[in-house]
């Protein structure tokens, strides 16, 4: 069974940064969108950043708007998510997913980010 692995979480102080990065066990075919989802304590998972295939369009938060960027690396089959000027807000599991063109979606284990003075 496939697995998205992602990586590049930790702790950082308010206005530093982050890069997460999301790899699948082996390659999935067919992505329309791939994308980053968080969920902090005691909410629901929330969409953070997407991103298409071919024009590379691109949907944020308005949270994030201006902070994060999500590039994708076809070739690669990997996306990544830059996250600057990080707020404690920011505070939360980062969920990578990869939706097919058959609406076939796949899920990360999830990745900490935490934001503290």
């Known amino acids: 069974q496939v697995q998205l692995v992602e990586s590049g979480g930790g702790s950082v102080r308010p206005g530093g940064s982050l890069r997460l990065s999301c790899v699948p066990s082996r390659r999935i075919w067919s992505v329309y969108t791939m994308g980053w989802y968080r969920q902090a304590p005691g909410k629901e998972r929330e969409l953070v950043a997407t991103?298409?295939?071919?024009?590379?369009?691109?949907t944020y938060a308005d949270s994030v708007l201006g902070r994060f960027a999500i590039s994708r690396d076809n070739a690669k089959n990997s996306v990544y998510l830059q996250m600057n000027r990080l707020e404690f807000e920011d505070t939360a599991v980062y969920y990578c997913n990869f939706r097919t063109y058959t609406d076939v979606d796949y899920w990360g284990q999830g990745t900490q980010v935490t934001v503290s003075s």
């Open positions: 991103i298409t295939e071919g024009a590379g369009r691109t």
